[in-house]
């Protein structure tokens, strides 16, 4: 299977020492509880804005966590 964060890891933007393990953080911060409330009924499914909305601060997160520091 081929890795989607292997790349920036080799180019040395992301300092990962499990791409896998990496990969997980990024889907659960993407899917958090929400996933599971839509799955059991519990809220409605997202718009647009807040699909957007929630990759977006994601990916701010994980590059807190990711990012080679300058």
């Known amino acids: 299977m081929k890795l989607p964060l292997r790349p920036g890891c080799d180019r040395g933007v992301l300092k990962l020492y499990d791409p896998r393990e990496a990969a997980d953080d990024l889907a659960g911060l993407w899917l958090g509880m929400t996933s599971l409330e839509i799955k059991l009924g519990a809220r409605k499914t ?20 990711y990012a080679v520091e300058p």
């Not at 957007?52 to 601060?57: G, K, L, Y």
């Open 46 to 65: 997202l718009s647009d804005e807040e699909i957007t909305h929630r990759v977006v601060h994601a990916i701010a997160l994980f590059m807190r966590i």
